[in-house]
């Protein structure tokens, strides 16, 4: 496949391409800080004040590129060559096909994190409208237990996402796997063994409006490699949250967070889930903010994130960035109102 233009979708941009930037897939969704939305509303705006010519701008034929792109759309400038290479060297190729009916679904590309799988997949076969959604009625990742011995209880997260249309007319959708890893050394590890299925392809999906374009399952089982990770250990941090008290009052109280560790795709940490009183601490993950600030003043923020109980009382949390980052570009974490200086 040659070079493709990612946001052909956005010729016209109407509600509906508003509402789709502003919707988050995610099982556990961390909000974003406002900036971040509006600069990628603004994008989206600037991209349709420019023209259409604009939009046939090049994203290339693989989840790499794809990162690239985008992060050029919503940051408005050029990814740095480091930053670039680090996304090159979590990724790989995949390229594997199944047909049902007249809808082709192609497993393309992966970027593979500490706790996070992002899938890039390509549909063609119908004529595509530019102005509705796509997707499936079931879609989910499974990983083989015999491969995952690192992954915490094996509990993971899977969804998502319909971004529009490449200048060829095939949807373009992106799929998260998000789980908690073992904190271990930092060693060569094998690869995932992983399966992805999806069941029954649709114009707009789970609406009044929805229409059947294929019955059946696309299933596909591979490998995917796991490349080492850079890791910033950083020191401990208190951070607010928050009990209840006997009358189910929220009481804000401090929580300090442990075993803070930075990779290039995610921040994990834990804390010891009550106090000396004996009451649960909570961090309310819902209002909870989490991002990465670049030496170009950039904002990374995390899409989501899972919480583990361990058995000795800790509360283990893992989150994942929107964006894989170059851990020498970053000159801050900041978690809620609390900065955590990068030496």
């Not at 119908?126 to 796509?134: I, N, R």
């Not at 993971?156 to 200048?167: E, I, N, R």
């Not at 006997?246 to 889930?273: C, H, M, W």
């Amino acid at each position: 496949m040659d070079s493709k233009a990612l946001y052909a979708s956005f010729s016209e941009v109407d509600d509906d391409i508003l509402e789709r930037s502003e919707r988050a897939s995610f099982s556990s969704i961390i909000s974003y800080r406002r900036r971040f939305l509006v600069v990628l509303i603004a994008a989206i705006l600037a991209l349709f004040l420019m023209g259409a010519g604009l939009m046939a701008s090049k994203y290339g034929d693989s989840i790499q590129n794809w990162f690239t792109y985008y992060w050029k759309e919503i940051t408005g400038q050029d990814i740095s060559d480091p930053h670039a290479s680090v996304i090159d060297r979590l990724s790989q190729k995949i390229d594997l096909n199944q047909k049902i009916e007249d809808v082709t679904v192609t497993v393309d590309s992966a970027t593979v994190g500490d706790g996070s799988i992002v899938i890039l997949l390509r549909v063609e076969g119908p004529a595509f409208s530019k102005k509705d959604e796509y997707g499936f009625d079931e879609a989910q990742i499974k990983l083989a237990p015999e491969t995952a011995e690192d992954i915490l209880g094996l509990f993971y997260t899977t969804s998502y996402s319909f971004w529009g249309l490449d200048a060829d007319g095939a949807a373009l959708f992106l799929f998260y796997c998000d789980y908690s890893v073992k904190d271990e050394p930092q060693t060569e590890k094998p690869p995932y063994t992983l399966t992805l299925s999806m069941t029954n392809f649709s114009q707009n999906p789970k609406t009044d409006n929805r229409t059947l374009l294929a019955e059946g399952e696309w299933h596909f089982t591979f490998s995917i490699d796991r490349n080492k990770m850079d890791i910033r250990r950083l020191p401990d941090t208190q951070v607010m949250g928050l009990y209840y008290s006997e009358d189910n009052e929220a009481i804000e109280t401090p929580i300090v967070l442990t075993n803070i560790k930075l990779s290039n795709t995610g921040l994990a940490f834990q804390f010891y889930r009550y106090d000396s009183q004996g009451r649960a601490l909570l961090l309310d993950t819902s209002a909870l903010n989490l991002w990465i600030v670049l030496n170009t003043g950039q904002e990374i923020g995390a899409r989501g994130g899972s919480e583990n109980i361990l058995t000795d009382g800790i509360s283990y949390h893992n989150y994942t960035w929107e964006f894989p980052a170059n851990l020498d570009e970053v000159v801050e974490v900041k978690i809620g109102e609390v900065a955590i200086p990068i030496e």
